[in-house]
């Protein structure tokens, strides 16, 4: 589904990414994990478009095509789903309306026909059970005074509504409480399917214990250094990060 | 300097060669004479003006506008009003003014509720009171139109009569070989306990050069409620000035928004006296400019009693070479105390060159108050962009979605629903284009 292949890229002129290589087919779960500026967010923005990421060399294919050539929204459109760990308030835009649109435009590319007002109103409704969250929230403007928590709901909400085929939860887990974490969690599993996959960018293992993830990779200086499975989580969990960045030192030495 | 005096002195010669100077009123002709002498005195702002130094229309005027005559009566105006989507959409009193000269052939009736009177009709003790509010001292323009108005119009609104349908005073406006300079006027008196809301708005007929040089003034009485909506929306070639006075009274509200949107230049000047306690003034306005069409809104109000409340919310979207100016004047005399005085000022440039020149004035003199002030000026939100369209939502309606949400606030102070989504439906054309 997902194939990066030697991904470098750069902000302002310094690189972040030195050259990453991932696999992802239908069905997964990856972890990326990594200490705190190993450059796991500008993977997922990257992947998602954020046009102040420079790509400076390899290729990104995404169900056969080349994902790099497409606009952050082509890239949504086509099924790219990136979780924000910043969830942006944008007071004055309401949330159904902002959301209608975003079914209705991503429905328009795929060929199909728009949804009606009340279409989309059962449509919200069952995806609002999934996440457990609060009517009101959305008749209200877009994250605008809304919680840490409510914000990463939000997120997932939106998730379930526009059903990707690659969800990028980007540091999801910060801010959260462990009742927040688990609601999202059980959203996340319950959107799970054989035909879409999951990265789930996170700093800590703890979300790993409700999103169970098929494969752990873990981050350093641009590079992917280690991979495996959901034990390397635990791993990494019980003895820090230290012992990566010795081992990489190690072997670069 | 010379040289600018020297264009400030053709500019009134210009003028005071005018038919319109020339007509003789003879209830008007103190106000004419003081009008006169002030104009004479002052002449009109130069560059250096401190009040209009962002915006020289003195010299707009002077380089485009040749004949400062009226333009002649537009015939068939029965025919093409009845053309005009938003007329038509609207349900209220007309009262039209066929090139500033006020029609009432053309006008409805008023169920009386108000009265509407010519001012070559009314009595001494009325013509009295034009030009007490709007004082020609206060402004060249001001003064330009007292001396140049060869009609007008006083709208009464009687102790408590409740209007609910809006008065909509519509000026068809036409250049011709005739002239180009109209001097409409309007003075309201809205009585004890009424209630009104008054939507203003010119249809130009034509794109030719013309100068449209207004004075409102408005005596709003013990506990009326006062609405006023104004839509500017002419074309590339109209010069404006409004001049609006209002005096607010005991518990009264006086609520004015106005929307530019197409000109060449207009300056507003818009002064509240809130005279006695408890009363309340908002005063909001949305401009979304482009081209090189200039803006300029010039806000007063003076709190002068304790526990009177002021809003003011002016919004700008600017794109091309357009210039906006603000300037919010706010007093606070030393009794006035327990006022609440708020004024916001937001603007999102959408070009390299385009300008926005903002100015909050703030002078309080009560220390039990409670004032604020903000003005900002920025481009668009880069990262809700990136939100937006990482949702699918593509680029150009991303970008309307935030323009729109922006100018919503303003938008929202409108309570007349036919004429709000009149409004809405401009931004949105507007908002959606190559804007």
């Known amino acids: 589904m997902l194939s990066v292949k030697n991904l470098h890229a750069s902000v302002e002129g310094t690189a ?52 790099l050539e497409l606009s952050p929204e082509d890239r949504a459109r086509e099924g790219v789903f990136l979780a924000f760990q910043y969830p942006v308030e944008i007071p004055g835009v309401s949330s159904t309306n902002f959301l209608r ?73 910060s801010g959260l409480d462990i009742d927040a974490l688990k609601v999202v969690a059980h959203g996340v599993n319950q959107l799970k399917s054989k035909d879409n996959a999951t990265i789930v960018v996170t700093h800590y293992q703890r979300l790993l ?18 991979s495996g499975t959901k034990e390397l989580a635990l ?13 990489v030192s190690g072997t670069a030495v | ?99 500033g000269i006020p029609d009432f052939n053309l006008s409805d009736a008023a169920d009386g509720l108000f009265d509407v009177d010519y001012f070559t009709d009314l009595d001494p003790s009325e013509v009295k009171e034009i030009g007490k509010i709007e004082k020609s001292e206060k402004d060249p323009f001001s003064a330009l139109n007292s001396l140049s108005f060869t009609q007008g119009i006083k709208i009464n609104i009687p102790e408590g009569s409740v209007i609910k349908k809006p008065l909509l005073l519509i000026n068809y406006v036409k250049a011709d070989e ?35 040089n207004s004075v409102s003034e408005w005596d709003v009485a013990q506990n009326a409620h006062i609405r006023h909506y104004k839509l500017q929306d002419g074309h590339k070639h109209t010069l404006e000035v409004h001049n609006t006075g209002a005096n607010v009274h005991r518990d009264a509200n006086l609520t004015s928004v106005v929307m530019s949107l197409e000109a060449g230049m207009i300056r507003n000047n818009l002064s509240l006296n809130l005279n006695a306690s408890n009363c309340e003034g908002n ?17 007063n109000v003076d709190h002068t009693q304790p526990h009177c409340q002021s809003n003011e919310l002016y919004k700008g979207i600017l794109t091309d070479h357009s210039r906006g100016v603000f300037n919010g004047k706010i007093f606070v005399r030393q009794i006035a105390q327990k006022t609440n005085a708020f004024q916001q000022n937001n603007n999102i440039l959408l070009s390299e060159d385009a300008t926005v020149n903002t100015k909050p004035q703030l002078e309080i003199w009560a220390d039990d108050v409670k004032c604020s002030h903000g003005c900002t000026t920025g481009q668009l939100d880069e990262e809700a962009l990136f939100y937006l369209r990482a949702r699918g939502i593509g680029k150009e309606s991303a970008r309307a979605l935030l323009l729109y949400a922006f100018a919503g606030e303003v938008l929202d102070k409108i309570s007349v629903a036919p004429f709000k989504k009149y409004c809405e439906k401009l931004v949105h054309e507007r908002l959606g284009g190559s804007y």
């Open chain 1, 209 to 226: 214990d409700y999103i169970v993830p098929d494969y752990v990779h873990v981050l350093f200086n641009g590079q992917i250094v280690k």
């Open chain 2, 178 to 212: 005739n002239g180009s300079c109209i001097h409409p006027r309007v003075f309201i008196k809205a009585g004890k306990n009424s209630q009104a809301t008054i939507i203003e708005l010119s249809i130009y007929l034509n794109e030719e050069t013309v100068f449209v």
């Open chain 1, 16 to 67: 972040i990414l030195n050259g990453i290589n991932l696999e992802i087919k239908p069905g997964e779960v990856h972890a990326i994990m990594g200490p705190n500026g190993s450059g796991k967010s500008t993977l997922a923005s990257v992947l998602a478009g954020r046009e102040e990421y420079e790509v400076t060399a390899g290729e990104v294919t995404f169900k056969g095509k080349d994902l």
């Open chain 1, 235 to 247: 791993e990494l969990e019980e003895k820090g990060y230290d012992w990566i960045k010795d081992e």
């Open chain 2, 283 to 299: 005063m909001y306005g949305l401009y979304l400019l482009n081209g090189k069409t200039h803006v300029d809104n010039h806000t």
């Open chain 2, 1 to 99: 300097m010379t040289l600018s005096l020297k264009k400030d002195h053709k500019l009134l010669d210009l003028f005071l060669k005018s038919e319109s100077v020339k007509t003789d009123l003879p209830a008007f002709s103190d106000l004419k004479a003081e009008s006169r002498l002030v104009l004479e005195k002052a002449g009109f702002p130069v560059a250096k003006s401190e009040e209009y130094k962002y915006t020289n229309i003195s010299k707009k005027i002077a380089d485009t506008i040749e004949n400062p005559n009226a333009p002649s009566p537009i015939s068939g105006l029965e025919k093409v009003e009845t053309q005009q989507e938003l007329i038509q959409s609207i349900d209220g009193y007309r009262i039209i003014f066929n090139n």
């Open chain 1, 101 to 173: 649109t975003a079914v209705n435009q991503v429905r328009e590319y795929r060929g199909q026909e728009p949804l009606d007002a009340v279409k989309f109103l059962s449509l919200m409704k069952e995806k609002m059970k999934l996440v457990e969250i609060d009517q009101k929230l959305l008749s209200r403007a877009l994250n605008e005074g809304f919680s840490g928590g409510e914000k990463k709901k939000n997120e997932i909400f939106q998730m379930a509504v526009l059903e990707p085929t690659l969800s990028i939860l980007d540091e999801t887990d």
